[in-house]
């Protein structure tokens, strides 16, 4: 059973800076690739960030430069580095193992302007 847990969300006000976190279980964590997710009310959801196997990067836009995506394989787990976070990036963030349906419950993210 694959299972999907994130963490280290909160409230920050614009600026500040968040690091989350999501700890998987059930795969064989160094052989696939991860992402980040967030859904906004009202909006769809989308890709922050992904990371291969082999550490290469991909980001959204809106995020190139503030956040940074890393894993630990050691701890099963990928991170998400926010900086300079702004109000539009409120929302619901979800790690997700890229290629399969799984995802976790979710972490909320609050940027007060």
């Known amino acids: 059973q694959v299972q999907l847990v994130e963490s280290g969300g909160g409230l920050v006000q614009a600026g500040g800076s968040l690091r989350l976190s999501c700890a998987a279980s059930?795969?064989?964590?160094?052989?696939?690739?991860m992402g980040w997710y967030r859904q906004a009310p009202g909006n769809q959801r989308e890709m922050v960030a992904t990371?291969?196997?082999?550490?290469?990067?991909n980001y959204a836009d809106s995020v190139k430069g503030r956040f940074t995506i890393s894993r630990d394989n050691a701890r099963n787990s990928v991170y998400l580095q926010m900086s300079n976070l702004k109000p539009e990036d409120t929302a619901v963030y979800y790690c997700?193992?890229?290629?399969?349906?799984?995802w976790g419950q979710g972490t909320q993210v609050t940027v007060s302007s």
């Open positions: 990371i291969t196997t082999g550490g290469n990067t």
């Open positions: 997700n193992v890229l290629g399969m349906s799984y």
């Open positions: 059930g795969i064989i964590f160094s052989f696939r690739p």
